[in-house]
């Protein structure tokens, strides 16, 4: 019986990095991108734009690894929910990084504009709110709903699979839910920011995700349920777990 122990703990290690790197992410900045002279404000700081840059890129990773190290072990039960929930997770690590670089676009602008001046810092300020906008949408919006459906999905398999405990399991299903109607609240509202709301309903899976990944890297993986299933055997053809409901599936009732 193959344990995947080395995958729990990787998991369990890049759920705090993700988890970590997000809320890091924030504090270099601070309040920098507030008010209309934000460019003039990170060409002064370009410093703690490249380190929220480079903590970005550690979160971006991480997000993508998560998904990743599940994905062996998921499989198993559901190829195809386990290989959406990656691709789910990786096009957030995209988003991601494609809100860095407007990031950095932004603080090359900002040196642009410095250097001309105010009387022709006018379209480098129009350039700017593009730009600030484009990551607004992307970091608050878009790359949440990648992040939510991506979760949703390999948290049902592990619910179904009882590869954890299912109060745990149904938790972050739960979680996740509320990080997608905040996130599409967040859309109808356009209020980008750490509204009460978002917040509210961001708490539960931030907890969650922090308890999964202990449970991770104390226990692992349920071995009665790893028990259960067939071991790939030297590349060699062999019996696969069926999907969720079939004849000799693992029960998950």
């Given amino acids: 019986m193959k344990s995947y122990r080395g995958n729990a703990i990787a998991v369990g290690i890049l759920l705090i990095a993700c988890s970590a790197a997000s809320i890091l992410s924030v504090v270099p900045l601070g309040s920098m991108l507030d008010g209309s002279d934000y460019l003039a404000r990170m060409a002064a700081s370009s410093d703690r734009v490249v380190l929220t840059a480079l903590i970005e890129f550690v979160w971006a990773a991480a997000a993508a690894g998560i998904a990743i190290g599940l994905y062996p072990i998921l ?49 480098y300020q129009a350039s ?17 709903l990648a992040f939510a459906v991506g979760a949703l999905l390999y948290y049902y398999v592990l619910y179904k699979s009882r590869l954890v405990p299912r109060w745990l399991s149904g938790w972050g299903l739960a979680g996740a839910g509320l990080c997608l109607v905040a996130t599409v609240y967040g859309g109808f509202t356009q209020q980008f920011s750490f509204t009460t709301v978002d917040t509210v309903l961001n708490v539960p899976i931030g907890i969650q995700e922090m308890v999964l990944a202990v449970w991770l890297l104390a226990k692992g993986f349920s071995p009665s349920v790893l028990g259960a299933i ?12 069926p999907a969720f409901g079939g004849a000799g599936a693992v029960p998950s009732a």
Wanted: no cysteine; aromatic share 6%.
């Fill in 75 to 123: 499989r198993k039960y559901s190829e195809s929910l386990a290989l959406a929930s990656v691709a789910g997770r990786v096009v957030e690590g995209v988003l991601i990084l494609v809100g860095t670089l407007s990031l950095l676009a932004l603080l090359t602008l900002g040196k642009e504009a410095g250097a001309v001046g105010l009387a022709g810092a006018s379209p």
């Fill in 128 to 144: 700017g709110d593009t730009l600030l906008a484009v990551r607004d949408w992307i970091s608050w919006f878009v790359m949440s």
């Fill in 230 to 241: 067939p071991s790939d055997t030297e590349g060699l053809p062999g019996p696969r777990v």
